[in-house]
């Protein structure tokens, strides 16, 4: 036996090395519970079909987007690749238009441009079916109350026979405003307290009598909040400035649609941005050019102004020219002085130089009168002095000659002064001219430093006129010839359904159908603590497990609950054969005294013990069952006999004992002869004092001696202190616990009782099994009971559990001990 112990802890030991992942444990009680799996699967499964066949699809339209680099219009040059730090840098700003695009200003604009706001339905076989440019029936509402709509407009229309009877609700609250409508031709207008409603007819498929659609109209801003949350915007790479915009929706062509008209949007945006610089521009610039042109003009008027005041045609011109009569004035006005000089010189030689003497000639004098005079005059002073050589002055030759001179002299005078008064008035005629024309030349550096002043003004005014001319001639070009900010590449196109995923719901309902029973078993289990089962002991205690007891019907009952009979082969008898098998060989030569204990009353010692008895006595053993619970005996109760005088209390109090002492206390079982009792007797006041005194241990030396087992039914040893001093007499000890009845935390006491060895030998029963129910992991089936001597494996062991505390038992006392329908052990 004791080998075969050390083979169990070396098993036990080898199992606890191995995963605590059990999977024979997950097995049983799939197994034993599979109508909760298949009832759990049959309605996940099932809401999964209802959630699919009522859940309105929603699917996704993809499409690439190219965004173009204003700043380079090849392909491939759209991104300035910059190294920082090992990292490539996008300038482009793709960051900043994908942003754009997910903007809700462009979401609202293009649920205006498609009318989006506008939702119709009609009714299905299932279901309600969206309407998408299928609708017989379209409707609006006037662009004024659309921006102030506050609430969702709610239309019904229905036509009866050639009239259109339309019903609606508006605002929310406790008293929303309602309306009743009809019209009989299309297009129909309705005045109600939302707006102006506007009905027209696509023109393809008529309302049809009876028919009715839903239509529902929100503000376009409030939708925008709809398809700006369902679209995506992801750059296809780093390195590019390709956009992937995806949608989903309920209708694939209204995603197609919304995601083609989002590009027309955002391209007009763009081209709105920039046209409207370029309108700024072509402000500015028709202000600057009117601005300029008046300043121009006015820089021209005072350049006409100068030239006209100053007399310039040309500058250069009127210079060259000037200078030119300066010079030619300037000889003039030398010409005349010198003349008048040689006047004078020759006036002051006629008045210096002696009288008839010759007078200065072909001097240079221009006056041809004078000259022709003088000229005479010497002729007549040459003639006359030629004369006086030979006459007199007094001679009638030379008085004529004289008188001649004298004449000639005064006409050479009046000549010379007369030429002079000529001169004078030519000098002061040509020195005014030369004085205007020096004046002309002097004026010239200022009127050139004015001239080039104003023409500077001049042409800087112009060439900016000129310049901004250009420019705009530009901007209209830029105009004119304004081109998309993006370009989509590819679609956009369908890109199939994403919700809900058929075969991914249906999947989770699998799960969650197999997922929701087993939680609720692991949460059940996790917070057992009774014991349910054989497995339960197993992991709670080393100690050898020698059967588990089954519940005893009623018809298997005689007698003090015994279930065990002569010459049967039921379940009880295999069961308690194999106990009895299982402490034959847990007992050596010699070995005859067996206890029974537990650790709180009614987990069955007295029913076990008693049955245990009778199948020794069975054996044609000499049996004794001795009732040492002597706080609360319950072997006469049990065996229906009506004596509570004799029994071992009588015994124990006496010094020595002897065998016809206990001879006299000993009674007939009345189940079979080979089993006697030795029950408790009268009740002591001091019961743990008595069991402690040495007439104990007499007691069993002489039962030992007339008896070849000895059955002791102790005291609970989980309450009171009476069952570890018996223990000193009993060679083995049977710890009973009692299915769906002993709590899990009792084992930590049984696993001390064994590790400091206060009880002798000990092994385990499980009582009270219900063997024709799954419960949980565990099964127990009648089956062919030859079987049954897998409960003889007690080397079975368990884990130690922590040790609790000994004084959570309660302090013992007859009034709450006791136990509790031990003859039946009945679930």
Not at 188 to 193: D, K, L, S
Not at 423 to 434: D, E, H, M
Not at 567 to 576: H, R, S
Not at 771 to 799: A, D, I
Request: hydrophobic share 35%; glycine share 6%.
């Amino acid at each position: 036996m004791e080998e075969n112990k050390n083979l169990v802890s070396e098993e036990t030991l080898e199992q606890e090395g191995k995963s605590s992942f059990d999977f024979a444990q997950i097995y049983k009680a799939v197994i034993l519970n599979w109508k909760w799996f298949v009832l759990s699967l049959i309605i996940c499964l099932g809401i999964a079909a209802i959630y699919l066949r009522y859940t309105t699809p929603v699917y996704q339209a993809n499409a690439k987007f190219l965004i173009k680099d204003e700043n380079n219009s090849q392909r491939g040059s759209s991104l300035k690749n910059a190294t920082n730090l090992g990292f490539i840098s996008n300038s482009n700003g793709i960051d900043n238009e994908m942003e754009i695009l997910k903007s809700h200003s462009l979401a609202e604009q293009t649920v205006r441009d498609l009318k989006l706001y506008v939702s119709y339905r009609t009714e299905g076989r299932v279901k309600d079916v969206i309407l998408y440019k299928g609708q017989p029936i379209s409707v609006d509402i006037d662009p004024i109350h659309l921006e102030s709509l506050a609430a969702p407009v709610d239309l019904e229309i229905q036509r009866e026979g050639k009239v259109y009877h339309a019903t609606g609700t508006y605002g929310s609250g406790s008293t929303p405003y309602s309306f009743d409508k009809t019209f009989s031709t299309l297009p129909a207008t309705i005045a109600t307290q939302a707006g102006t409603l506007i009905f027209t007819s696509n023109g393809r498929t008529p309302l049809k009598d009876g028919q009715r659609i839903k239509v529902q109209i929100v503000s376009p801003k409030s939708m925008s909040y709809k398809y700006n949350k369902a679209l995506s915007v992801i750059q296809t790479s780093k390195t590019t400035t390709i956009a992937q915009l995806s949608l989903t929706d309920e209708v694939p062509m209204r995603a197609i649609d919304y995601l083609t008209q989002l590009v027309v949007v955002y391209n007009r945006q763009a081209n709105e941005d920039k046209n409207e610089v370029a309108r700024h521009t072509e402000e500015f610039i028709n202000g600057r050019l009117e601005k300029i042109n008046a300043e121009l003009g006015s820089t021209e008027g005072q350049l006409e102004s100068y030239k006209r005041r100053n007399n310039v045609v040309q500058l250069n011109m009127n210079a060259a020219q000037a200078m030119q009569n300066s010079d030619e004035y300037s000889q003039k006005l030398a010409d005349a002085n010198t003349q008048v000089a040689l006047l004078n010189s020759v006036q002051q030689s006629m008045r210096s130089s002696e009288k008839y003497g010759l007078l200065p000639a072909n001097v240079g004098i221009s006056d041809g009168n004078v000259n022709s005079l003088i000229n005479k005059y010497n002729e007549l002073v040459l003639e006359r002095n030629r004369i006086l050589k030979s006459a007199s002055e007094t001679s009638p030759t030379v008085t004529p000659l004289t008188e001649q001179l004298d004449g000639l002299s005064s006409s050479i005078n009046r000549a010379m002064n007369q030429a002079k008064t000529n001169l004078q008035i030519q000098r002061n005629a040509v020195a005014s001219q030369f004085n205007k024309y020096s004046g002309q030349v002097n004026e010239s550096p200022e009127q050139e430093r004015m001239l080039t002043q104003i023409g500077r003004q001049q042409e800087v005014k112009s060439g900016l006129y000129l310049m901004l001319l250009q420019k705009r001639e530009e901007n209209a070009i830029s105009l004119a010839s304004t081109a998309d900010k993006g370009k989509l590449l590819d679609g956009p196109d369908y890109g199939g359904q994403i919700s809900p995923k058929k075969s991914m719901i249906l999947l989770i309902a699998l799960i969650l159908g197999l997922a929701i029973p087993a939680l609720i078993l692991f949460i059940v289990q996790l917070f057992r603590y009774k014991i349910e089962g054989h497995e339960d002991v197993v992991k709670l205690t080393k100690l050898p497990i020698l059967a588990d007891v089954a519940v005893a019907s009623e018809t298997a009952k005689t007698k003090a609950d015994i279930v065990v009979h002569e010459n049967q082969n039921n379940q009880m008898e295999e069961i308690f054969r194999s106990v009895r098998t299982n402490l034959q060989f847990m007992l050596k030569e010699g070995e005859k005294v067996i206890m029974f204990t537990s650790s709180t009353s009614g987990e069955g010692k007295t029913f076990n013990a008693a049955n245990l008895a009778v199948s020794f006595a069975l054996l044609g053993k000499k049996v004794i069952l001795v009732g040492l619970d002597i706080r609360k005996p319950r072997l006469a109760e049990l065996f229906e006999i009506d004596d509570h005088i004799h029994g071992i209390t009588p015994l124990l109090v006496k010094e020595n004992p002897s065998w016809e002492d206990i001879q006299k206390q000993i009674l007939p079982s009345g189940i079979n002869n080979n089993l006697e009792l030795l029950m408790a007797g009268p009740i002591p006041p001091n019961p743990a004092e008595l069991v402690a005194r040495k007439s104990l241990d007499d007691i069993f030396d002489e039962l030992k001696k007339h008896y070849d087992y000895i059955l002791i039914d102790t005291a609970p040893a989980g309450l009171v202190t009476d069952t570890l001093q018996i223990g000193r007499v009993a060679n083995a000890c049977i710890y009973m616990c009692r299915a769906d009845y002993t709590a899990k935390s009792t084992f930590s006491l049984i696993n001390t009782f064994a590790e400091e060895k206060k009880l002798p030998n000990m092994a385990i029963i499980i009582n009270g099994i219900d063997m024709s129910k799954k419960k949980y992991g565990y099964y127990y089936g009648y089956g062919k009971y030859g079987k049954y001597g897998r409960y003889g494996h007690y080397g079975h062991y368990g884990n130690y559990g922590n040790y609790g505390s000994y004084s959570s038992y309660g302090n013992y006392s007859n009034s709450h001990y006791g136990d509790k329908n031990d003859t039946s052990i009945k679930k």
